[in-house]
Antibody, heavy 121, light 112 residues
Framework: QVQLVESGGGLVKPGGSLRLSCAAS????????MSWIRQAPGKGLECVSY????????NYADSVKGRFTISRDNAKRSLYLQMNSLRAEDTAVYYC??????????????WGRGSQVTVSS | HSVLTQPPSVSGAPGQRVTISCTGS?????????VHWYQQLPGTAPKLLIY???NRPSGVPDRFSGSKSGTSASLAITGLQAEDEADYYC????????????FGGGTKLTVL
């Protein structure tokens, strides 16, 4: 079965950096787009970034553009999110999700359990 | 605020039918992009509930159904059960947002 396991979260000071990882299993990782979605405390869901199967294109939310970088290593079946210049408003649970894409539909088929990122001095 | 609008809360008694609306615009739902729904039980990760307007993934009970018309979509839950109490989110694609994938603000379903 599909498994997505996030790691790398923690407490970091404003302006600091953190790198999240997502280990994938149970499907052919290199065939699918992947994504990071976050949820601030008591708030809704926000798609932070997604990346194509062969890393040819990456999309970012305006709120993180220029600060976050998504990447993947298909050989290691892993997805990453490099987060720089972190702000208090980046505090959230970060989910890794498999993104299914068709002509008219982009949807998040499987989700990990999430990794907590807290930005505080 | 999101380009997809949901009511903050809905409620219903066990056994009843409830619907949750998701209102968009001509650049997302109205452009015929698929609408997808997620269920988030308390303290857990979201789970795909409905994809491409009205399709259920394997394992999702047929009490859950989706529909779409014009610039709006709806999630219907029939035979409401206590375990349906959760947050529900709609999501689509928006052509005016440079490829971003917006979610609705979420709806808290309370089973009375």
């Amino acid at each position: 079965q599909v498994q997505l396991v996030e790691s790398g979260g923690g407490l970091v000071k404003p302006g600091g950096s953190l790198r999240l990882s997502c280990a994938a299993s149970g499907f052919t990782f290199s065939d699918y787009y992947m994504s990071w979605i976050r949820q601030a405390p008591g708030k809704g869901l926000e798609c932070v970034s997604y990346i194509t199967d062969s890393s040819t294109y990456a999309n970012y939310a305006d709120s993180v553009k220029g600060r976050f970088t998504i990447s993947r290593d298909n050989a290691k079946r892993s997805l990453y999110l490099q987060m720089n210049s972190l702000r208090a408003e980046d505090t959230a649970v970060y989910y890794c999700a498999l993104l299914r894409v068709s002509d008219w539909s982009y949807y998040f088929d499987y989700w990990g359990r999430g990794s907590q990122v807290t930005v505080s001095s | 605020h999101s380009v997809l609008t949901q009511p903050p809360s809905v409620s219903g008694a066990p056994g009843q039918r409830v619907t949750i609306s998701c209102t968009g615009s001509s650049s997302n739902i109205g452009a015929n992009y698929g609408v997808h729904w997620y269920q988030q039980l308390p303290g857990t990760a979201p789970k795909l509930l409905i994809y491409a307007d009205n399709n259920r993934p394997s394992g999702v009970p047929d009490r859950f159904s989706g529909s779409k018309s014009g610039t709006s979509a709806s999630l219907a839950i029939t035979g409401l059960q206590a375990e349906d109490e959760a947050d529900y989110y709609c999501q689509s694609y928006d052509s005016s947002l440079s490829g971003s994938l917006p979610f609705g603000g979420g709806t808290k379903l309370t089973v009375l």
